[in-house]
């Protein structure tokens, strides 16, 4: 049984859409933490951070971290790399906390 869990997002490439909320539940009973590295701030990160805001039960702490590891470990340009990094976190301080049930704390990086 995993109290933690870390994602590792790669890429910030994707068509724009409209993010849906509706997902098979699939109840995470054990889950404490999750983390996800690498935030983008899109569609696909938001409904996957809903989708664990819901179905983990026990879930106490979520951390973004916009911090994007494979922009450094490709050698992105520095400034490119802290746009990217201040958009996400301005995307998850907007649309997460409507999301955070009671008691779970939410840490942006």
């Known amino acids: ?3 933690d869990f870390q994602l ?8 724009r859409r409209k993010a ?4 098979a539940a699939h109840h995470h ?14 569609i696909a990160d938001l409904e996957l951070a809903a989708y664990m805001l819901q179905n983990a039960n026990a879930l106490e702490k ?8 494979i922009d450094k470990a490709i050698k992105a340009t520095k400034d490119f790399s802290e746009n990217n990094e201040e958009a996400a976190r301005s995307s998850a301080k907007l649309r997460l906390p409507p999301l955070l049930p009671q008691g ?5 990086l």
């Open 62 to 69: 979520i951390v973004i971290d916009p911090r994007t590891q």
């Open 20 to 23: 849906t909320y509706s997902a």
């Open 8 to 15: 590792l997002c790669f890429s910030p490439m994707g068509r």
């Open 29 to 42: 009973e054990h889950l404490k933490l999750f983390q996800i590295l690498g935030y983008y701030g899109g």
């Open 1 to 3: 049984m995993y109290r």
């Open 104 to 108: 779970v704390e939410l840490v942006i």
